[in-house]
């Protein structure tokens, strides 16, 4: 009985942080992202799917430059990036997250939607091939920055926040690329 009790209040106090409100928000985005793009993306689907289907093709047919994407990724994220560890040092950083974790919450609901649609039971697959590993390692560097105004040693912890993002987008450069040739690969030899 006791353990019952405290696992609700566990629940409870996980729910009110703010941990747990971004992980609502995620999880509501996903659900708002699938109902967009079953009720709305009709008009959308051609072209998503279109681009979905070179992307696979430039994964099949072309040797990826790793040194360019690596580039390419440091540019596109970590505009990001910054932007997300400033909004940290704001008074706003809730507010930010709160919007970032819906936004992303969104992205994946239209995404696993669009892959499924097109793909069937292999779109769930490729969702999550599409965000393994790098995804993790921004997760975790996103946690990272949220402690950041109230450490003291600030010039350490910058350097580690710098390192796991550096090696995010060197996964997502190599490792994640790699993973999606392979499967690619595979897709096509069992068609």
């Not at 799917?49 to 790793?66: D, E, R, T």
Request: hydrophobic share 50%; net charge positive; proline share 1%.
């Amino acid at each position: 009985m006791e353990a019952v009790e405290k696992r609700k209040r566990i629940t409870y106090s996980v729910l009110q942080s703010s941990d747990g409100i971004c992980a609502a928000l995620f999880l509501a985005g996903i659900l708002l992202g699938t109902f967009i793009f079953n009720f709305f993306g009709g008009r959308y689907a051609e072209q998503f799917f279109v681009a979905m289907n070179l992307s696979q093709a430039g994964y099949q047919q072309v040797k990826i430059s790793h040194s360019r994407l690596i580039g390419y990724i440091l540019e596109k994220r970590g505009k990001r990036f910054a932007l997300l560890w400033f909004c940290e040092m704001t008074r706003f950083q809730r507010q930010v997250r709160y919007g970032f974790s819906l936004y992303y919450g969104l992205s994946a609901g239209v995404l696993q939607s669009a892959l499924c649609h097109q793909r069937g039971i292999f779109g769930i697959l490729e969702f999550f091939l599409l965000l393994f590993p790098h995804y993790f390692i921004y997760a975790l560097d996103w946690k990272g920055m949220q402690g950041f105004m109230g450490e003291r040693k600030r010039a350490g912890l910058t350097l580690k926040i710098l390192l796991v993002f550096f090696i995010g987008v060197i996964l997502e450069a190599c490792v994640n690329t790699a993973i999606l040739q392979k499967y690619y690969e595979l897709i096509s030899s069992v068609r």
